[in-house]
T-cell receptor, first 116, second 111 residues
């Protein structure tokens, strides 16, 4: 079946502008994660959604970052007033939530954000 | 957030050689995952482990869930050029649904 999709695949923006990144999880996966990966680095957790529960926002680096998930499916990560240090690859992953826990994560291809 | 200790950081090997890498954590995990990431792509799941002591293979790849539940190993046998990439481990603890990632092992295979 279809995997996790993300759009756009690349985004170049000017410092101070707002950007929206979109994630379409695997159908039926109720858990959705956003991560940030800077050049040559590991994955930095940003936010986690599970069903209708309040999201775990503990990884968001500042109040310029926010995310929402509409209808328990598609998610949008918004970065307001972008800064050059926001340049990174933003990865989305989804998981099947079963028996009170998530199973394995499946990643999308990422959105490469460059802030000039 | 917590990061796992993954080693080695990078490896340069001859085609045909075997590869070993590992991940350790200060916490007990219930799930260990191994991913491979190629340039410009998202991480692709290679192997998932759910039980202490579990040994699972996927072609030339074999991974083990450590008995202490604080470590995991990934072995690649008879490496080939297309094995090139960055390999990440990830673990999930008993409480919560957050995954913690290793810092990655960059593998270069010399033909």
């Amino acid at each position: 079946g279809a995997g996790v999709s993300q759009s756009p695949s690349n985004k170049v923006t000017e410092k101070g502008k707002d950007v929206e990144l979109r994630c379409d999880p695997i159908s039926g996966h109720t858990a959705l994660y956003w991560y940030r990966q800077s050049l040559g680095q590991g994955l930095e957790f940003l936010i986690y959604f599970q069903g209708n529960s309040a999201p775990d926002k503990s990884g968001l680096p500042s109040d310029r970052f926010s995310a929402e998930r509409t209808g328990g499916s598609v998610s949008t990560l918004t970065i307001q007033r972008t800064q050059q240090e926001d340049s990174a690859v933003y990865l989305c992953a989804s998981s099947l939530y079963f028996g009170g826990a998530v199973e394995t994560q499946y990643f999308g291809p990422g959105t490469r954000l460059l802030v000039l | 957030g917590q990061q796992l200790n993954q080693s080695p950081q990078s490896m340069f090997i001859q085609e045909g050689e075997d590869v070993s890498m590992n991940c350790t954590s200060s916490s007990i995990f219930n799930t260990w995952l191994w991913y491979k990431q190629e340039p410009g792509e998202g991480p692709v799941l290679l192997i998932a482990l759910y039980k202490a002591g579990e040994l699972t293979s996927n072609g030339r790849l074999t991974a083990q869930f450590g008995i202490t539940r604080k470590d995991s190993f990934l072995n690649i046998s008879a490496s080939i050029p297309s094995d090139v990439g960055i390999y990440f481990c990830a673990g999930r603890a008993n409480t919560g649904n957050q995954f913690y990632f290793g810092t990655g092992t960059s593998l270069t295979v010399i033909p």
